[in-house]
């Protein structure tokens, strides 16, 4: 009985679905290899654009890690230029600025006023250098910080457009 009905309703869907294959035009055809075709290139593109953002990823990944590594480096060098101005504070403190201006009260001394002159300008100028220095240190790890946000604010997009490509992607496959 349950063969009966099966076989009865195999008969009535072959009935049912014969016309329909009869019906398909070459019209019909044409416009379903269009479609196809609209999605092989729309495809195509998706494909490109995940690749190259993909690309970009890696770029991307790869100044990241460059960057950790030169802040890290600059990092230490700017707690050592400041160690070094730490040192010379306290080195002109203990020698104080009135013994280098007693160099101008200094009667004997070889070349007079001219040379305690030059003397002074001397360690105001190392003084001068060592500030620039820390400076420098200072504004290139703060470089190096700021190109890494922007390196990493950029890194999120690019991984949410391969998300979002590799969805659309998803749904077209």
Known sequence: MRIGRFL??????ALVAAPAVGQVTPEDIAEA????AALRVETDQLAV?????????????????????????????????RQLVRERAVEMYIESSTSQ???LFVEDLDGGFEVALGYLEELGSSD???LRDLEVVKAEYERQLAE???A?????????DLARIGAQLSAQL
């Open 8 to 13: 009865g309703a195999l008969v009535v869907l």
């Open 128 to 130: 001068t250098v060592l």
């Open 148 to 150: 890494l946000e922007t």
């Open 33 to 36: 290899e269009a479609e196809l």
């Open 152 to 160: 990493r604010t950029e890194q999120e997009t690019v991984v949410a």
């Open 49 to 81: 654009q995940y690749e190259a953002a993909f690309a970009r990823s890696a770029q991307l990944e790869t100044q990241v890690a460059q960057l950790e590594a030169a802040i890290q480096e600059s990092q230490i060098n700017l707690s050592l230029t």
């Open 101 to 103: 201006l007693s160099l």
